[in-house]
């Protein structure tokens, strides 16, 4: 009865207690008690010193994407966004990279998700209503794959809670200026600026997303928000200002200008090369290895500091020839991409682990329906406060079928489906009670 009592009064703190739990049985069951992978290589060359680099030559001259405990030498890098590599060297300088300082890493992903599903709510309370808000919440603390993200080394937990950061900063901003008194410039400035940072980091942690810098001027000269031209002008500026650090880094460490990352060669490859087939190559079946003259060109690069550039110039180059020379097979290829992204992700050339687990297809087919049901509810109600989320959908649809697929790459919308499966199931257990017989009315109307 007492719990029962709980969850009636107070239904976000019960939500919130039950992700938090979920997450640590994740982290508990099957949680990561290691570095894995690229975030390996980078920590630990970060904690010896190394700098930032992630390609390493070994003292027989070969060279790898490893960590080399004694390596001939060590080339700067800027494949990946820096915020994730930087946060796991910040942790484990203190706590180190044994299963107790990843099993810290681990808790405090548990936090930042916890954080991430008040986020979601607070940000479908401004979107939407209360009801919606909490169902999203509900939705965030239950879904599997959210669940079991914070648990592993992944950039997944990260991002979501930036990205909704900056989604609430941003709304909170330009919404309210629309429906509330005028407040003072300074104030309603210093707000775009704290939205603009936010936006930075996000960048820093995915750097395709730099392209939602005209998406926001976009939305906000859509939303007639009051201010909003200088708005956007000091968010862009806070924006650019976080970024200027790790450019500086690059343009130092590289000895040439790289604002964001060096990795967008290698991406285009992975999208139309001759082994494409939707996602990254690694997941293909059968394998498929680096054509000869694609090798050859890799292992003919000059081995400077600008290494990395000069290989992903020759992925850029090869990955053109490939797109122009058969431009229906890249058609087909985004097809295919987007059906990967938005409805099921396999096939018999693709062997992903864990993409055929009902866990992960599962909740995301039961999500969809209602998802698209929500987006079509608030659009009825009032579109413009709304649109920057539909703006954010297609976004990021462009950017996965630009270039490849991955599963985890579905964190990315997940929060905002989320939120419109909220609205839905607002609408569904209005209708069930008999309180209302058409969608909440937007926020400026209620009292």
């Not at 570095?35 to 190394?50: C, G, M, P, Q, S």
């Not at 796991?88 to 599903?117: D, E, F, P, R």
């Not at 407040?183 to 995915?206: C, F, I, K, T």
């Not at 097809?335 to 687990?357: C, E, M, Q, T």
């Amino acid at each position: 009865m007492f719990l029962l009592r709980f969850i009636q009064a107070r239904p976000l703190a019960a939500i919130l207690t039950l992700a938090a739990l979920l997450r640590l049985l994740a982290v508990v069951a099957v949680g990561d008690r290691a570095l894995v992978y690229e975030f390996e290589v980078l920590t630990r060359n970060l904690l010896d010193e190394r700098g930032f680099a992630y390609l390493s030559e070994t003292q027989e001259g070969t060279l790898v994407e490893a960590y080399v405990e004694d390596p001939a030498r060590v080339f700067p890098s800027a494949y990946m966004p820096p915020a994730y590599p930087y946060f796991l060297w910040a942790v484990t300088s203190w706590v180190g990279i044994g299963t107790g300082g990843i099993l810290v890493v681990t808790m405090l992903q548990v936090v930042l998700s916890v954080v991430s599903c008040a986020l979601l709510y607070v940000l479908g309370v401004r979107l939407f209503d209360r009801r919606a808000a909490l169902w999203a919440a509900l939705g965030f603390a239950l879904f599997p794959l959210l669940i079991l993200t914070p648990s592993q080394i992944s950039a997944g937990s990260n991002f979501i809670a930036l990205l909704l950061l900056f989604l609430w900063l941003l709304t909170r901003v330009a919404v309210r200026a629309t429906e509330e008194k005028e407040e003072a410039r300074g104030r309603v400035l210093l707000q775009y600026a704290l939205a603009g940072a936010a936006l930075g980091l996000v960048v820093l942690s995915r750097s395709q997303l730099i392209a939602f810098v005209p998406v926001v001027w976009a939305w906000l000269a859509l939303l007639r928000s009051p201010r909003w031209l200088p708005g956007a002008a000091v968010l862009t500026v806070a924006c650019v200002l976080v970024l200027t650090p790790w450019t500086l880094r690059n343009a130092e460490a590289l000895g040439v200008a790289t604002p964001l990352a060096t990795s967008g060669g290698h991406n285009l490859w992975q999208a139309y090369g001759s082994q494409a087939v939707g996602t990254h190559a690694s997941y293909a079946v059968p394998p498929r290895p680096l054509p000869i003259d694609l090798d050859l060109a890799l292992a003919s690069v000059p081995r400077t500091d600008r290494l990395e550039i000069a290989r992903d110039s020759v992925y850029r180059a090869f990955a053109l020839d490939a797109l122009q020379g058969d431009p229906e097979r890249a058609a087909r290829l985004g097809v295919r991409k987007l059906w990967l992204y938005w409805v099921h992700f396999g096939g018999d050339d693709i062997n992903y682990p864990g993409a055929d687990s009902p866990l992960f297809w599962g909740p995301w087919l039961l999500l969809l329906p209602l998802a698209f049901f929500g987006i079509v509810r608030a659009a009825r109600s009032d579109w413009r406060r709304s649109s920057f989320l539909y703006l954010y959908l297609l976004g990021q649809t462009a950017i996965v079928v630009a270039f490849f697929v991955l599963p985890r790459y579905r964190l990315a919308i997940l929060p905002v489906l989320l939120l419109f499966a909220g609205v839905a199931l607002a609408y569904v257990q209005q209708r069930v009670s008999g309180r209302a017989a058409g969608p909440s009315p937007p926020i400026a109307s209620r009292p």
